[in-house]
């Protein structure tokens, strides 16, 4: 069972250059969502989508966009990356309640 | 304004000793507290807390909720190198956004 999956582990971009970060959940989940990691912040929520079709803006939205046509994947664009964008990328999917995280994706923005 | 807050930030203990890490929140709709211990890698669920005064057990992590006074901890006891790691702690809704974290606290356990 390989629960959610997280493509790139690591990825080095120029600023303005876009990218597509890829998540897959193989646990049926409805629930899932991408968050960001900064030292000293927590997780901060981007987008989330509570079934296909539908996503929704978290805390931090903007540079960020996200589409949800099936239930199994959820990737998070951005379109043109800024040096403000480098951080550690999680996503997520949710069921009763219990979040499961993907292994991360490491982006530098230089 | 929803919020989650954790205390300490962080947190440096010998092996043997306990540690008590506290969270905090005002959350519309609440619906559960987890905590999560986050390594090098991906947070990984340690208890999910529903009801006020219940204890949650496992080894030697603890955590109880108290729904009235709007709080978590997460206890420790004879901590190891090992438990080094950051704790977080979230919060579930009923609606919208599911889940809101706190900043986490960071513990060292040194041999």
């Known amino acids: 069972n390989a629960g959610v999956t997280q493509t790139p582990k690591f990825q080095v971009l120029k600023t303005g250059q876009s990218m597509t970060l890829q998540c897959a959940q193989d646990?049926?989940?409805?629930?899932m969502s991408w968050y960001r990691q900064d030292p000293g912040m927590g997780l901060r929520l981007i987008h989330y989508s509570v079934g296909a079709g539908i996503t929704d803006q978290g805390e931090v939205p903007n540079g960020y966009n996200v589409s949800r046509s099936t239930t199994e994947d959820f990737p998070l664009r951005l379109l043109s990356a800024a040096p403000s964008q480098t951080s550690v990328y999680f996503c997520a999917s949710s069921w009763d309640g219990e979040l499961f995280f993907g292994e991360g994706s490491r982006l530098t923005v230089l | 304004e929803d919020k989650v807050v954790q205390s300490p930030l962080s947190l440096v203990v010998h092996e043997g000793d306990t540690v008590t890490l506290n969270c905090s929140y005002e959350v519309t709709n609440f619906r559960s507290l987890l905590w999560y211990k986050q390594g090098k890698k991906a947070p990984t669920f340690l208890f999910m807390l529903?009801?006020?005064?219940i204890e949650k057990k496992s080894g030697r992590l603890s955590s109880i909720l108290d729904k009235k006074e709007l709080f978590s901890i997460l206890n420790i006891t004879a901590t190891q190198t090992g438990d080094s790691a950051i704790y977080l702690c979230a919060v579930d809704r009923t609606t919208g956004n599911q889940f809101y974290f706190g900043t986490g606290t960071s513990l060292t356990v040194i041999p």
């Open positions: 646990m049926n989940h409805e629930y």
């Open positions: 529903t009801s006020s005064g």
